[in-house]
């Protein structure tokens, strides 16, 4: 019933930047947290930030300072504005969506199809 379409995912040089889109549909009347979890083959998902309809925010410790997450409430839209890239953010990028009230800890019900991150020069 809820649908999440990703988008901006691409090649790019360490150091470079690149934001991510992602796009709620269907019925998200109960929507209210929404995020990006990434994930390298052979690893667990592991969740890179998050925000709540209200604008609070979590996020992992290894983007802190380099990443940014917002949304558009009006365009069911959330966003990862990814700069200062480096090989280790290399991975497949998820956006995430549930009905929970808190982005720490958060693990949405719907899933997007991934988008894939490469860093490398």
């Known amino acids: 019933q809820v649908q999440l379409v990703e988008s901006g995912g691409g090649l790019v040089q360490p150091g470079g930047s690149l934001r991510l889109s992602c796009a709620a549909s269907g019925s998200i009347f109960s929507i209210f947290v929404m995020g990006w979890y990434r994930q390298v083959p052979g690893h667990e998902r592991e969740l890179v930030a998050a925000?709540?309809?209200?604008?609070?925010?979590n996020y992992a410790d290894s983007v802190k300072g380099r990443f940014t997450i917002s949304r558009d409430n009006a365009k069911n839209t959330v966003y990862l504005q990814m700069n200062s890239l480096k090989s280790e953010d290399t991975a497949v990028y998820y956006c995430?969506?549930?009905?929970?009230?808190?982005?720490?800890?958060?693990?949405?019900?719907?899933w997007g199809q991934g988008t894939q991150v490469t860093v490398s020069s």
């Open positions: 925000i709540t309809s209200g604008g609070s925010t």
């Open positions: 995430n969506a549930g009905s929970g009230d808190s982005p720490d800890p958060f693990l949405g019900y719907y």
